[in-house]
């Protein structure tokens, strides 16, 4: 099982998602738990992004929301980035 390292960037970011959005709360823990134990989960939809965020990869907390990751394969480490909508993508 990978272990997920969160940022102070990530932290402050997720505090604000977590009050602007309260509603999420379950969805984005059932999110992270299977980030944790299976981060290839169909339902997690991990894709790499590109242009200027292609060294990152990211998953879905559902259709609007996404968790911007550092994937590290070789050292079992997912890195939490960034948190939000799809203007992380911009």
Do not use: C, W
Not at 5 to 33: C, D, N, S, V, W
């Amino acid at each position: 099982m990978p272990s997920l390292i969160t940022t102070g960037f990530y932290e402050k970011r997720l505090k604000l998602f977590k009050k602007k959005h309260p509603a999420m709360r379950e969805q984005y823990l059932k999110t992270i738990l299977l980030l944790g134990q299976n981060p290839f989960h169909p339902s997690l939809r991990l894709h790499k992004l590109k242009g200027r965020l292609n060294l990152y990869q990211s998953v879905s907390i559902n259709m609007q929301y996404r968790i911007l990751i550092d994937f590290i394969i070789q050292d079992d480490q997912i890195i939490l980035i960034d948190i939000g909508d799809h203007s992380l993508y911009g």
